[in-house]
Every structure is written in C-alpha cells, then in structure tokens.
C-alpha cells in the first residue's frame, strides 16, 4: 500500500489519460511523486491496441494528435492498432509519463483514515446505503482522501482522473431467441479476421462505422451479410469537420449535463457520404433490413417477416462507460448516468474527474476533456 498521499491518480493511458497527464506535468506536478497513470492493458495504445489488422490508418475514424507530439504521417495501409501502439509508447517514453500497467482498478472509495477498521466500515456504509445512494451521499466528506483499489494495491490521492472510456464495456442488446442461437455471436471486441468468415452468411447488428466497415470487410473476405438496425441509417450529408464534430459532442453533452444516460458519441455521428460507402449503398450492400424480430437456433427474422439462414451475429451494437469501479461513490443520478459540468466535473463528488465519458468519448474530445480535467485538477489542488 502506497502510504504517501498523491494529488492524483489518473485511470486510463488512452487518449484522454494521456493528455491529462501531460498538462498534469506541464503545469509542475511531478510524475510518481505527484501522481501516477493506472492501466489495465499490457503495453501502450490503450483501446486501440485491440482492433482487429484490418482496420488501417487510412480507413480509422479520428486519431488525433496528443498535445506536444504530432502523429506526423505514417502509411495508411499500417494497421490502426500498430500505428497508435507505436506512438503511444513514443509518447510515454518521450515525456517520461508515470504509468504503471498492467493495473486494473477493482474500486474507487472514500478513506477514512481516523478509523483502524476504515475498510470494513467502508464497506458496511456502501452495502447499507445501495438501496438509498442519495442519502449515503450526504454523509460524505469530501476533504477525505480517495482510496484506489487494484486487487492488493492501493494508492491513495486527493483527486482521480477518470479515463477509462467504453472498449471494456460493450453493449449487446436482447433480441428474443438469442440465447438458442447454434451459430457464432461476436461483438466488436471480438472481432479479429474477416477471412474466419469466408463462405458464411453474417448479419451485422448496430448503425455506427463499425458495422460499415465490419460489412464492407466481409463481402471482400468473400462472407455474404444482411444488416439490422433499429433505425434508418442516417446517412450524414455535412462534410466531416472541427464544426460538425463539435455539434456532435454538444448533443451528448446536453444528457450528461442532465445526469441522463448519454447517448453514444457513434449514435449521434452518422454515416458519411464518402466514395466507397456511397457506392455500396447503390448497389444494395450497405441497406439495413431494419430491426430483429426473432432470432432462431440457425436464422434471423427481422421485423419485416425476413427470414435469412445466419452462420454468425455480429453485434456491433456499440458500448457502455466503464465506470463499474466507482459504484462505492454514488455518482449516479436518478436518470441512471453521471451529471458532469464543464464535461469534466463530476457534480455528485468534487474529487471526480471524469473523461472519455459522454461528449469526450471521441478522439477529438478526449484531448479536449483530458487537458480540461488536468487544469481542473490543479485549481482545485491550489484552492
């Protein structure tokens, strides 16, 4: 157990962590003495270390450039993953970041230091207040220090950047049937080779640039696919820019304001008119069969009555914030999300900074997010 106080503790070595880190050590707090980075992942690239080889630079949707550290303009046909591992870990090294991996945090609580049996009661006060968290809310000391659980190890701090974004939690939907499926069900994370699937019959579930992709990949692996989604596909005809990303960010950004469950920055993105989209609209490719009805032990009915013999279901039904390691808190509001400030303040505890949640689930917003959170948190060390 680390027995000296941290200013903070950043969870995440993404995007986001990455970012806030840097402006952490920018702004004078030195690295592991101050504050140190937590990830749960084996080497640098944070999600993007899981995407499968095909998804290259030059088909990725949005790497941005760390703050001191351009990309620069490595080759498009390089897998997305390698790309950013590479940089990531460039990065790392270049700034001398604290980060300690592979670190993954089992709960974030309140410390109590003026009692011996502080884990115990700590744990007692939680199960007590699960069924009223507003109320064990108002019991909270917010001067407390902030304990940092990861299995044996603890790190206390005064402030935790939250960035642990959505890769680890993805979202699959129920659809009546599916639990008697005999084919494969995969979901985004589990997608690694579009050959696997040569000469099968693959419906593609979800609306957002993945399943696109996971479609176009497919009818080149030789696969045939049928696409469900819940609604029309909204097929965005504004070019892809700083204006329109910022619109974006402001739609998921007034839930999260809210403290409602925010809808996915993927959700509210569309589907750009480029060239190779376009023509597989056209001829036929890219049409959704609309939502399930059913699903059956070897075939998927769509609402439609449309029955198709299916082989595998590719769930591409995006993903949930991986927030499950700060329930001991109560952050949650009664509309079941979060209700941030600024996009970063957390408005239920003022030790809390939350990134790649919300608005920041993007490339470009958690850059943004990571350097707001960082700032933040040295206002509130010198207040």
Request: with cysteine.
């Amino acid at each position: 157990m680390s027995e000296e106080l941290l200013d903070v503790v950043i969870i995440g070595a993404g995007q986001a962590g990455l970012t806030a880190a840097y402006w952490l050590k920018h702004r004078g707090l030195e690295p592991w003495r101050d504050f140190v980075v937590l990830d749960r992942n084996e080497g640098p690239g944070g999600a993007w270390r899981h995407r499968w080889p095909e998804l290259t630079l030059g088909k990725a949707h949005g790497i941005h450039d760390l703050p001191g550290m351009k990309l620069g303009e490595p080759d498009p046909n390089e897998p997305a993953a390698v790309v950013v591992t590479r940089y990531y870990g460039e990065y790392e090294q270049k700034f001398g970041l604290p980060i300690e991996r592979p670190v993954k945090v089992d709960e974030v609580r309140s410390f109590d230091p003026g009692s011996k049996a502080a884990d115990a009661a700590s744990s007692s006060a939680a199960d007590a207040a699960s069924s009223n968290p507003h109320t064990a809310q108002d019991r909270v000391d917010y001067s407390a220090p902030l304990e940092v659980r990861a299995g044996d190890r603890v790190w206390r701090t005064k402030l935790v950047i939250n960035a642990t974004g959505t890769w680890t939690k993805p979202f699959v939907p129920y659809a009546p049937g599916a639990e008697q499926f005999e084919g494969l069900q995969l979901r985004t994370v589990d997608y690694w080779c579009s050959d696997d699937f040569t000469g099968k019959h693959v419906v593609v579930v979800g609306g957002g640039m993945s399943a696109v992709q996971f479609i176009l990949m497919l009818e080149k692996a030789g696969a045939t696919t049928s696409w469900s989604t819940r609604r029309e596909p909204d097929w965005v005809e504004d070019p892809f820019d700083e204006r329109w990303g910022v619109a974006v960010e402001e739609r998921v950004d007034a839930r999260a304001s809210q403290g409602l469950v925010p809808h996915s920055v993927v959700r509210n993105t569309g589907i750009p008119p480029w060239p190779e989209y376009v023509a597989a609209r056209d001829r036929g490719r890219l049409v959704s069969d609309g939502p399930i009805d059913h699903i059956e032990k070897d075939a998927v009915v769509f609402e439609s009555g449309k029955r198709v013999d299916t082989d595998v279901i590719l769930w591409a039904t995006g993903f949930r914030p991986d927030l499950d390691h700060l329930a001991p808190l109560h952050l949650r509001e009664p509309g079941g999300g979060v209700k941030t400030t600024d996009v970063v303040k957390v408005n239920r505890d003022p030790r809390i900074l939350l990134v790649g949640y919300g608005a920041s689930a993007s490339t470009v917003g958690a850059t943004r997010a990571g350097r707001r959170a960082a700032l933040t948190a040295i206002e509130r060390l010198e207040a």
